[in-house]
């Protein structure tokens, strides 16, 4: 059974810094793209950022320049660096992985920047 595994959230000041891990189990092949959703309170789930088996990135622009996704394809994680952090960015953080067409989910993780 396949599951994400996330960690690293919490509560930090504005322009802190914090770095979120997700860690899927369950899975004998490299997992062709992982990604970070989030969602604030009253907001529709958004895609944060995707990071492919081969390196490839993408991110939102509200994100760009302020956060990093990087992977370790033989551990199937999934991190997220982010910096210069606003209170914008509070939000329950997903991680994702698609797979055949099927999006897995894990449970997220509470991000709360403070002003």
């Known amino acids: 059974q396949v599951q994400l595994v996330e960690s690293g959230g919490g509560l930090v000041q504005a322009g802190g810094s914090l770095r979120l891990s997700c860690a899927a189990s369950?899975?004998?092949?490299?997992?062709?793209?992982m990604a970070w959703y989030r969602q604030a309170p009253g907001k529709q789930r958004e895609l944060v950022a995707t990071?492919?088996?081969?390196?490839?990135?993408n991110y939102a622009d509200s994100v760009k320049g302020r956060f990093t996704i990087s992977r370790d394809n033989a551990k199937n994680t999934v991190y997220l660096r982010m910096e210069s952090l606003k209170p914008e960015d509070t939000a329950v953080y997903y991680c994702?992985?698609?797979?055949?067409?099927?999006?897995?989910w894990g449970q997220g993780t509470q991000v709360t920047v403070s002003s």
């Open positions: 994702n992985a698609l797979m055949m067409s099927t999006n897995y």
């Open positions: 369950g899975i004998i092949f490299v997992i062709p793209t």
């Open positions: 990071a492919t088996s081969g390196g490839r990135t």
